[in-house]
């Protein structure tokens, strides 16, 4: 098992992740362009998350957690521009909303614990 599997913000973070996919994949109404970058900055989220374990310095780990928490942000605000388009309803919207602020909760956690 890798490092970055062991660690809760990951598992959180990769299960938001497949349930904001699966939501992009059915939805045909929502622009091609935002699904597209929705897609990009949630699966990079976590691809920094994972990367960031790997490296060595706390420094280093530091920067892809902020890259990671700033891909959670990109998301945020293409959920939003979803929801004032119309084209999400507001229990997805809170689910999806309440599980980001989660995740970068613990990111920032994880950011402060690196000194």
């Given at each position: 098992?890798?490092?970055?599997?062991?660690?809760?913000?990951?598992?959180?973070?990769?299960k938001?992740?497949?349930?904001?996919?699966?939501?992009?994949?059915?939805?045909?109404?929502?622009?091609?362009?935002?699904?597209?970058?929705w897609?990009?900055?949630?699966?990079?989220?976590?691809?920094?998350?994972?990367?960031?374990?790997?490296?060595?310095?706390?420094?280093?780990?530091?920067?892809?957690?902020?890259?990671?928490?700033?891909?959670?942000?990109?998301?945020?605000?293409?959920?939003?521009?979803?929801?004032?388009?119309?084209?999400?309803?507001?229990?997805?919207?809170?689910?999806?909303?309440?599980?980001?602020?989660?995740?970068?909760?613990?990111?920032?956690?994880?950011?402060?614990?690196?000194?």
């Amino acid at each position: 098992m890798f490092d970055f599997e062991k660690l809760e913000v990951y598992q959180v973070a990769r299960k938001l992740n497949q349930a904001i996919l699966t939501f992009l994949f059915s939805q045909n109404q929502i622009d091609a362009y935002i699904s597209d970058q929705w897609k990009r900055c949630s699966i990079n989220s976590v691809l920094h998350l994972s990367e960031g374990t790997g490296r060595v310095s706390d420094s280093e780990k530091k920067h892809f957690i902020t890259l990671s928490r700033g891909a959670v942000f990109e998301c945020v605000t293409l959920l939003q521009l979803v929801k004032d388009l119309g084209q999400i309803e507001d229990a997805t919207y809170e689910d999806f909303y309440s599980k980001y602020e989660q995740v970068s909760k613990m990111l920032l956690g994880m950011y402060r614990s690196k000194g």
